[in-house]
DNA sequence: ACCGAACCGTAACGTACGGTACGATTGGTG
DNA sequence: CACCAATCGTACCGTACGTTACGGTTCGGT
């Protein structure tokens, strides 16, 4: 059991443990909740011993594969410096796709299903930790855009969380809870960009403080 | 293990059986994950010979209590007659509170672990399931009120599937998927009566066939 | 009253899996 | 080479749980 369950933590780990945790994250893509100690380790041929002395027990491996895949998806930041209407645009939907991205992802959808499925069972780090990492740190990164914006005199809105929730709520649509229960819907590369954009012009409608001007307010399919 | 997957299926069943299934369903919420044939049998007082004999196995039990729940949440159907932009709102509105009351409940929260954790673990009709009673379902009924409205010319779409998964989206936002992930926000009856207001304006200002009049682009807090 | 079916409660079985122990192997260091 | 620490592979243990079996009980039909 690691101590740690909030962000970051998953740089004091050697090559070998980083490898060791791509393992349990495959076979977590390939065998869902399949995962038991043995098939980790055979997976990753490592011993059991081993696993139990790098991290505790079975919650810790958990924990430190969340964490590592954590590590690997921080995004570059978005700058917020001369910002003009198609630079925010810009922002807003590469900051769609890349959610998209990682919801899609079968890594992304392979842990969220096991941090569920742990957060069921009472004493739960694990959903608290996914949601650290991804919902909420997609929130403190996407707010700094939305302000610089209402600073720049582009968006108008009043309150910066309810805002960056109504632009989680128009990019994820029903998509990652459809992706959890096993609808095997494609999300392509071009599905993605092309929701990305919708959502972003719906977002930049309802928040932009300017008229939309071009923005088609009936979606062309 | 039932044959039956799909929607319906579930006035088969004897008030016996329907109370073993509301036990079933409380030890899912209280227990979480923790359901356990012995666990199930001892909480609705009958022998677990009983539960094997009706249900087959420990994934018939599953299946039909999801089937048991979905059969309960039939909300009323919405009349598309005579509708004027107030009758459109208000339908708009009800069907969002419904939405946030069924995804916020308990009931609601444990059995999409169940589903969820079920669907990965290759074969899981339970997440198609749940997918075709809850999200699908509610396409299904919604889709014939904006198409209503679209006739009535009070909206403006071309996709209504597309459509409703904006709506869905502006609902929803981030409440399932923190809740699924154990965060313990408080949803209210007042949140989701003033989330389901402003997601409906918000579509409406993103659908609405006429300018949205005294409908405020900045929401108010 | 009698019979059989359904059901209850519980014991028992087999297996899967988390966790531990231990000998064998590897690799680095003097 | 000798030595030591870390790791591997594997066998093992204890337990939890799905599933089956069975004796006792309830209850509707005749």
Chains 1, 2 share one sequence.
Request: hydrophobic share 45%; net charge neutral.
């Amino acid at each position: 059991m690691q101590e740690v369950n909030d962000i970051d933590a998953g740089e004091t780990l050697t090559q070998r443990q980083r490898d060791v945790l791509d393992a349990v994250l495959r076979q977590m893509v390939e065998e869902g909740d399949r995962l038991t100690m043995t098939s980790v380790a055979r997976r990753a041929r490592c011993s059991k011993e081993t696993l139990y002395r790098w991290f505790g027990d079975r919650d810790g491996v958990l924990t430190a594969t969340v964490q590592w895949q954590a590590s690997k998806v921080r995004a570059g930041t978005y700058d917020s410096q001369h910002l003009d209407v198609a630079a925010l645009r810009e922002s807003l939907e590469s900051f769609a796709i890349a959610w998209l991205e990682v919801i899609s992802s079968e890594t992304s959808i392979a842990l969220n299903r096991v941090a569920v499925a742990h957060a069921g069972s009472g004493k739960s780090n694990l959903g608290r930790i996914v949601l650290a990492n991804g919902r909420f740190a997609i929130g403190e990164r996407l707010k700094p855009v939305l302000e610089a914006g209402r600073k720049a005199g582009l968006l108008a809105f009043e309150d910066a969380e309810e805002t960056f929730r109504t632009f989680f709520g128009l990019v994820g649509r029903d998509v990652q809870i459809r992706l959890l229960l096993g609808d095997d819907m494609k999300m392509t590369a071009a599905t993605i960009r092309q929701e990305a954009s919708w959502a972003t012009s719906q977002f930049l409608s309802l928040h932009g403080a300017k008229p939309p001007a071009t923005e088609p307010r009936i979606r062309a399919l």
